[in-house]
């Protein structure tokens, strides 16, 4: 399924908000709606654009020269000076120039690049990955075509195939490491994700597409997720699944519905709706197809 093909905005699709049940808080009627932040959220009917209450009360109208909420506008160098931040270079008698990420786990340990470019995201790709710690040590050699932060104890690693620009490992299979370097899951994955709420999601099967989207699966395959074990909690039966829960819930697409499971791997609101956000402040934003709403 390519979720880009999906018209998040247009006539056939109204949005409300739903609780944690699944029931709508706030009945679909708006073209357009973000999620709640600080009590308030940002919806369109048409052109007009309002920010609404957790009630579904229109707070204020925006007009056309008026910023959305909370929106600042930001130096388009400084912005890049902060997408390149999370990297730092590092000369290493054995390895040379090691590039260095500058996110620490709670194992210590911090993921770097041997070989690799520097990309327009803050790290790298390409050459190979290990870890190091915080002297800059290497803890666990680099030997991995892929890595990713720890999170839980775990942290997803990929053996064999070549890394793209995009840090896509086309060919090879991910796995899970521990903080010692052993496989907790053996390298059998087409694509693994960073724990949350001690679940990951995971790719099984499939190839890789010939482009790339940012709500869109660069590869075909089923997602599931597996557990701290590194067995499969949840079997491999969605299009799309999203790598973080919030607030307990996690976003999947089963043939082409949104719904939500929870940290336990079971549906807590079954897919049903076209389009959906990750839940905040207690509210999700969901779309619906308009005749729905007018049965």
């Known amino acids: 399924m390519s979720t880009s093909k999906i018209d998040k905005k247009g006539p056939n699709l109204k949005w409300g908000y739903i609780t944690r049940s699944g029931e709508f808080a706030i009945p679909p009627r708006f073209d357009e709606a973000e999620s709640f932040s600080n009590g308030q959220a940002y919806v369109s009917i048409g052109d007009a654009q309002y920010v609404i209450d957790r009630t579904g009360q229109v707070i204020k109208q925006l007009h056309p020269e008026e910023p959305e909420p909370d929106y600042e506008e930001i130096p388009w160098e400084e912005s890049w000076a902060a997408v390149r931040a999370p990297r730092r270079h590092v000369l290493d008698p054995k390895w040379k120039l090691v ?3 500058r996110v620490v786990s709670a194992e210590g340990l911090v993921r770097a690049n041997v070989g ?7 790290l790298a790709w390409g050459g190979r990955w290990g870890y190091v710690d915080q002297n800059n040590r290497f803890v666990i050699e680099p030997v991995f075509t892929g890595a990713l932060d720890f999170s839980d104890g775990l942290a997803a690693v990929a053996v064999g195939g070549k890394q793209d620009e995009m840090g896509c490992v ?15 899951a053996e390298p059998q994955f087409s694509r693994a994700c960073t724990f949350s709420e001690g679940l990951a999601a995971v790719i099984v099967g499939g190839r890789f597409k010939k482009y790339w989207h940012w709500h869109d699966t660069s590869q075909t395959g089923t997602w599931g997720f597996v557990d701290r074990t ?16 919030h607030e307990g819930l996690v976003r999947v697409v089963l043939g082409g519905k949104y719904g939500y499971l929870d940290n336990t791997g079971n549906y807590a609101i079954k897919p049903q709706f076209a389009w959906a956000w990750r839940f905040s402040e207690g509210l999700a934003a969901v779309a619906v197809e308009a005749v729905e709403v007018s049965q």
Do not use: T
């Open 170 to 184: 086309r060919g090879g299979k991910w796995g899970y490491i521990n903080a010692e370097g052993k496989f907790v």
């Open 230 to 245: 590194g067995k499969l909690a949840v079997a491999p039966q969605f299009e799309w699944v999203d790598n973080e829960f």
């Open 99 to 101: 590039i260095v990420s």
């Open 116 to 122: 690799g470019k520097p990309d327009d995201f803050g």
